[in-house]
């Protein structure tokens, strides 16, 4: 019994370990994209529940209860999950794309795109984004609310600021004289 707690001291020991460096590094990909601190926080408490989840699942293993029972448990939890969220599968594939954007979208706010659509023009400056959508405000001053599951979807294209287009100096040409 004693070596099955000290496993289990081992087991959480490793998971705040692991949950402290997992959030020091959000925390300087958060700063190196210049993303929101609520952002950056929500993706850190999911990742953290992840790993909390596991970190239980090893702990009762390692107290006797199991693989089979656990593996129930964990199997019946997920299908209960499943089975809540399919009705809802907009809103896990939000979730999903929105931890993607935090990780590997090029944009940031401020930035001007276009998100490529036949329809209507999607084009404006990124006020916000968040882990369901990305707020757009276009030229007219309405703000558009874009689901983060089509933005990957869809072309992005980054659009240049006319504040940071510097007009380049007229070109001279230079006409040789003849002789």
Not at 57 to 65: A, D, H, R
Request: hydrophobic share 50%; net charge positive.
């Amino acid at each position: 019994m004693f070596n099955q707690l000290l496993m289990c001291i081992v087991y959480l020991a490793v998971f705040f370990f692991a949950q402290r460096q997992v959030s020091k590094w959000i925390r300087l990909q958060a700063d190196k994209k210049q993303v929101n601190e609520v952002r950056s926080r929500l993706v850190t408490r999911l990742i953290s529940y992840f790993m909390f989840f596991v970190t239980v699942s090893f702990m009762t293993v390692s107290l006797g209860l199991g693989y089979q029972d656990v593996s129930l448990f964990v199997s019946s939890a997920f299908a209960v999950l499943g089975v809540a969220l399919f009705a809802q599968w907009s809103i896990l594939s939000n979730i999903t794309a929105g931890v993607l954007i935090f990780f590997v979208f090029p944009y940031r706010i401020g930035d001007r795109i276009r998100i490529v659509e036949k329809d209507e023009d999607m084009s404006g400056v990124i006020v916000e984004i968040s882990l369901f959508h990305i707020l757009i405000k276009r030229e007219s001053g309405d703000v558009m609310t874009y689901p983060n599951s089509l933005l990957l979807q869809k072309g992005v294209v980054k659009l240049a600021n006319e504040s940071s287009v510097k007009k380049a100096p007229p070109v001279r040409r230079v006409i040789p004289k003849r002789k």
